[in-house]
């Protein structure tokens, strides 16, 4: 289906609870309703097969609106629709919760109500996600008159409650010192025994309010601030505000620096999936594959380095184009390189798919179906290992992929031997792609001028991270900074799915689940506290990691 | 203390300097880090860097580790935590700095929920300067460090103007 259809159909589901749609831009549409329709307005969307809850932006329209304002963004396709919602100022207005129908929801619901101070009526978990304990009640960081003297630290407190021990259950709190991506998290497993019976996690301690930074900062400093959300995809990350900038500027950026960001995030995918696959087999207890996928891995970080000075956090990126060029020597380098990590990416796919006790910690483990990846609102790779056809870069080209489009990948099986698979193969198109576009480099500028000032506008834009999908909003007031960005990274999306895969595994399991969503680990170590009922005593995650090696040692080797 | 005494404990100060020296364990903290030191700190331990070769050793728990290597600023969220592993870390025990964000708050000075960099927090001993640092860079400074054991020394500490907030 063309946008233009998908669009057509959202309006024709969403009419009855319209009250006033408008188009901000080709691939968007934006209706108008009210909060107490929102569940059923959602409940449309979703009996229609129509997209995926992608992000809710939650801004405060200011004193003289007094308004604050909801989007609510589904995506599917190219198409994006979002459902606005206007609330009273007034303190605590009420929303009802989309949760029970969109579990992933319940992390952006959480959002609103400790960002924004809106009570979500309903939602089944509304304890703090990303502010500190010590963060005073009442006081929110995305309202208008938020100023730090208001945020001074209060006595903390326990911003998650005890889950309940029913007979011979025990909780297992896993974190903080854990290295996802933008945020380590703090989880508590739920055990009956072995067995896992339930789930939920806490972030903050990484949470740095770069949303509200970037209000303070100009278009310019803040490319190099969101770059740093991130320095595993960083490249991502100043990708997606690039195109949004730009889109609102009306920018055209020149086709051969298109190519050129996209041989960067081919890169960076390369860097990325060989740092997951060193970090996953490390958690398996697999050491040796661990050191020769990061000794392989620093093929790319050294082409990185060539082609933009910088090993992370590599800045190639400027607002209306790239900062470097691409000449003759780097492509021999290019051709060279990959012509090896393609020998040893095969090498690597025969290995996570052949070896016996490696396969015994992935096979058949953490099996997510088509349904449930739905329902969960997976994105990336754990998606698409469950043969859900879900790729930015396909569904809704951005930059070069019209011109070097990629290849999806998926895989039916859904477990964790899967997810390697999907993974590695992606790695062989992200090989084949650069190649590629180093052979067929379009001619031309590097980067045009890029206004100090952006028209007022909102955009949104997508680009597919290593992990999945990463949302960017973005509304310029017309000023030299703008006025709301809201981004949402891939990683919260799949926590929901992770979590909700472990309960029925084992705990010793509980290392490779996590390891196997790529939450962006960089392999550090975390404190594991084992509550018992009655003796509470720390372990380490090495510790933990040690304790499923040997579970699966002693299965292996009968007594 | 008779002469025999004294050198029997001299010769120990010496032994245990050898091999804090030789063998000193460390362990890894991200108080708010971007990740970009920190996969930097874990290529260190890979093949290409290989910083075993100076018997550095990364381990998972503080009670083991000699050095704390730190990155990012300090998070409010984080703060405590940080100040935890530091106390749980035997005596004596030294703080390596990774990275701007560690030593000024880099680019997420003035954000709200940021209480500053680590030399706030925490005493430093070591600041290794980069957004990362390359893991030459960060062996270079943990190698520094040792040797400033190795001559009986600490590195002075440095005193910092207090932090401008945003
Ligand atoms: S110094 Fe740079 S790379 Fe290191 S944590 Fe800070 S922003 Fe990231």
Same mark, same amino acid.
């Given at each position: 289906?063309?946008?233009?259809?998908?669009?057509?159909?959202?309006?024709?589901?969403?009419?009855?609870?319209?009250?006033?749609?408008?188009?901000?831009?080709?691939?968007?549409?934006?209706?108008?309703?009210?909060?107490?329709?929102?569940?059923?307005?959602?409940?449309?969307?979703?009996?229609?097969?129509?997209?995926?809850?992608?992000?809710?932006?939650?801004?405060?329209?200011?004193?003289?609106?007094?308004?604050?304002?909801?989007?609510?963004?589904?995506?599917?396709?190219?198409?994006?629709?979002?459902?606005?919602?206007?609330?009273?100022?007034?303190?605590?207005?009420?929303?009802?919760?989309?949760?029970?129908?969109?579990?992933?929801?319940?992390?952006?619901?959480?959002?609103?109500?400790?960002?924004?101070?809106?009570?979500?009526?309903?939602?089944?978990?509304?304890?703090?996600?990303?502010?500190?304990?010590?963060?005073?009640?009442?006081?929110?960081?995305?309202? +208008?008159?938020?100023?730090? +003297?208001?945020?001074?630290?209060?006595?903390?407190?326990?911003?998650?409650?005890?889950?309940?021990?029913?007979?011979?259950?025990?909780?297992?709190?896993?974190?903080?010192?854990?290295?996802?991506?933008?945020?380590?998290?703090?989880?508590?497993?739920?055990?009956?025994?072995?067995?896992?019976?339930?789930?939920?996690? $806490?972030?903050?301690?990484?949470?740095?309010?770069?949303?509200?930074?970037?209000?303070?900062?100009?278009?310019?400093?803040?490319?190099?601030?969101?770059?740093?959300?991130?320095?595993?995809?960083?490249?991502?990350?100043?990708?997606?505000?690039?195109?949004?900038?730009?889109?609102?500027?009306?920018?055209?950026?020149?086709?051969?620096?298109?190519?050129?960001?996209?041989?960067?995030?081919?890169? +960076?995918?390369?860097?990325?999936?060989?740092?997951?696959?060193?970090?996953?087999?490390?958690?398996?207890?697999?050491?040796?594959?661990?050191?020769?996928?990061?000794?392989?891995?620093?093929?790319?970080?050294?082409?990185?380095?060539?082609?933009?000075?910088?090993?992370?956090?590599?800045?190639?990126?400027?607002?209306?184009?790239?900062?470097?060029?691409?000449?003759?020597?780097?492509?021999?380098?290019?051709?060279?390189?990959?012509?090896?990590?393609?020998?040893?990416?095969?090498?690597?796919?025969?290995?996570?798919?052949?070896?016996?006790?490696?396969?015994?910690?992935?096979?058949?483990?953490?099996?997510?179906?088509?349904?449930?990846?739905?329902?969960?609102?997976?994105?990336?790779?754990?998606?698409?290992?469950?043969?859900?056809?879900?790729?930015?870069?396909?569904?809704?080209?951005?930059?070069?992929?019209?011109?070097?489009?990629?290849?999806?990948?998926?895989?039916?099986?859904?477990?964790?031997?899967?997810?390697?698979?999907?993974?590695?193969?992606?790695?062989?198109?992200?090989?084949?792609?650069? $190649?590629?576009?180093?052979?067929?480099?379009?001619?031309?500028?590097?980067?045009?001028?890029?206004?100090?000032?952006?028209?007022?506008?909102?955009?949104?834009?997508?680009?597919?991270?290593?992990?999945? +999908?990463?949302?960017?909003?973005?509304?310029?007031?017309?000023?030299?900074?703008?006025?709301?960005?809201?981004?949402?990274?891939?990683?919260?999306?799949?926590?929901?799915?992770?979590?909700?895969?472990?309960?029925?595994?084992?705990?010793?399991?509980?290392?490779?689940?996590?390891?196997?969503?790529?939450?962006?680990?960089?392999?550090?170590?975390?404190?594991?506290?084992?509550?018992?009922?009655?003796?509470?005593?720390?372990?380490?995650?090495?510790?933990?990691?040690?304790?499923?090696?040997?579970?699966?040692?002693?299965?292996?080797?009968?007594? | 203390?008779?002469?025999?005494?004294?050198?029997?404990?001299?010769?120990?100060?010496?032994?245990?300097?050898?091999?804090?020296?030789?063998?000193?364990?460390?362990?890894?903290?991200?108080?708010?880090?971007?990740? @970009?030191?920190?996969?930097?700190?874990?290529?260190?331990?890979?093949?290409?860097?290989?910083?075993?070769?100076?018997?550095?050793?990364?381990? @998972?728990?503080?009670?083991?580790?000699?050095?704390?290597?730190?990155?990012?600023?300090?998070?409010?969220?984080?703060?405590?935590?940080?100040?935890?592993?530091?106390?749980?870390?035997?005596?004596?025990?030294?703080?390596?700095?990774? @990275?701007?964000?560690?030593?000024?708050?880099?680019?997420?000075?003035?954000?709200?929920?940021?209480?500053?960099?680590?030399?706030?927090?925490?005493?430093?001993?070591?600041?290794?300067?980069?957004?990362?640092?390359?893991?030459?860079?960060?062996?270079? @400074?943990?190698?520094?460090?040792?040797?400033?054991?190795?001559?009986?020394?600490?590195?002075?500490?440095?005193?910092?103007?207090?932090?401008?907030?945003?």
């Amino acid at each position: 289906m063309t946008t233009e259809t998908l669009l057509q159909r959202a309006t024709e589901i969403l009419a009855p609870f319209s009250k006033g749609n408008n188009n901000p831009e080709t691939n968007r549409l934006d209706v108008e309703i009210e909060a107490s329709d929102l569940p059923s307005a959602t409940a449309a969307l979703m009996d229609n097969q129509w997209g995926y809850l992608s992000a809710i932006t939650p801004t405060d329209l200011g004193k003289e609106v007094n308004k604050l304002e909801l989007l609510y963004h589904f995506c599917e396709g190219a198409a994006i629709t979002s459902l606005r919602i206007y609330l009273p100022r007034e303190d605590q207005p009420d929303v009802p919760t989309i949760s029970d129908q969109i579990p992933v929801a319940s992390f952006f619901e959480r959002e609103l109500g400790e960002m924004l101070g809106v009570h979500v009526v309903g939602t089944p978990d509304s304890s703090r996600l990303f502010l500190p304990d010590d963060w005073p009640d009442g006081v929110y960081p995305l309202r +208008e008159e938020f100023s730090m +003297e208001q945020a001074a630290p209060v006595e903390p407190r326990e911003t998650l409650p005890e889950m309940g021990r029913v007979g011979n259950k025990f909780t297992v709190p896993i974190g903080p010192q854990h290295p996802a991506l933008k945020e380590p998290g703090h989880f508590e497993f739920a055990v009956d025994g072995e067995i896992i019976t339930g789930a939920r996690m $806490r972030l903050g301690y990484v949470h740095r309010g770069i949303e509200k930074a970037t209000e303070k900062r100009n278009w310019i400093q803040n490319l190099y601030l969101l770059e740093r959300i991130c320095g595993i995809c960083s490249h991502t990350h100043t990708s997606a505000y690039a195109m949004g900038a730009e889109k609102l500027a009306q920018v055209e950026v020149p086709p051969r620096a298109l190519a050129i960001r996209e041989i960067v995030a081919g890169l +960076e995918r390369i860097h990325s999936h060989l740092l997951w696959l060193g970090v996953a087999a490390h958690e398996a207890g697999f050491d040796t594959l661990f050191m020769y996928s990061w000794r392989d891995r620093e093929t790319v970080m050294d082409l990185l380095e060539t082609l933009t000075g910088n090993r992370v956090n590599y800045s190639i990126t400027v607002l209306g184009g790239v900062k470097y060029d691409f000449t003759a020597e780097h492509s021999r380098a290019i051709h060279k390189a990959m012509n090896y990590l393609e020998e040893r990416i095969r090498y690597y796919l025969h290995i996570v798919t052949t070896d016996a006790s490696f396969l015994q910690r992935t096979r058949g483990i953490g099996t997510m179906t088509l349904e449930e990846a739905k329902y969960f609102g997976a994105l990336g790779p754990t998606a698409r290992a469950s043969g859900l056809e879900r790729d930015v870069r396909i569904d809704s080209p951005y930059g070069a992929y019209h011109r070097f489009p990629v290849s999806l990948i998926t895989d039916e099986r859904g477990d964790l031997e899967a997810r390697f698979e999907v993974r590695m193969k992606e790695l062989l198109v992200s090989c084949f792609t650069i $190649r590629t576009i180093v052979d067929n480099l379009p001619p031309g500028e590097l980067a045009v001028r890029f206004p100090r000032k952006v028209p007022a506008g909102e955009t949104v834009s997508r680009v597919e991270a290593p992990r999945g +999908e990463a949302f960017y909003y973005i509304k310029s007031g017309g000023g030299e900074s703008p006025v709301r960005l809201k981004i949402r990274t891939p990683s919260l999306c799949n926590w929901t799915s992770a979590l909700n895969k472990a309960v029925g595994h084992q705990l010793a399991d509980v290392p490779m689940l996590i390891a196997g969503m790529d939450p962006c680990f960089s392999c550090n170590d975390r404190m594991i506290t084992v509550r018992r009922k009655n003796d509470s005593h720390t372990l380490t995650w090495s510790q933990m990691r040690e304790y499923g090696i040997k579970k699966y040692a002693s299965i292996r080797e009968p007594k | 203390m008779n002469v025999s005494q004294n050198y029997v404990s001299q010769l120990m100060g010496r032994i245990t300097t050898w091999a804090r020296v030789n063998s000193p364990w460390a362990i890894h903290f991200n108080s708010g880090s971007c990740n @970009g030191c920190d996969i930097e700190i874990l290529a260190t331990l890979t093949p290409r860097y290989d910083i075993e070769r100076f018997g550095i050793k990364l381990r @998972g728990s503080p009670r083991h580790a000699d050095v704390l290597i730190c990155t990012g600023p300090v998070t409010r969220q984080a703060r405590e935590r940080l100040l935890r592993t530091y106390e749980q870390m035997p005596d004596p025990k030294f703080v390596v700095a990774v @990275g701007s964000c560690g030593i000024s708050g880099g680019v997420f000075q003035g954000c709200y929920n940021i209480v500053g960099h680590i030399n706030e927090v925490l005493p430093v001993d070591a600041f290794i300067p980069g957004c990362p640092p390359r893991p030459e860079a960060i062996i270079d @400074g943990i190698v520094k460090l040792l040797t400033h054991l190795q001559n009986g020394t600490r590195p002075e500490p440095i005193q910092f103007a207090p932090q401008e907030t945003a």
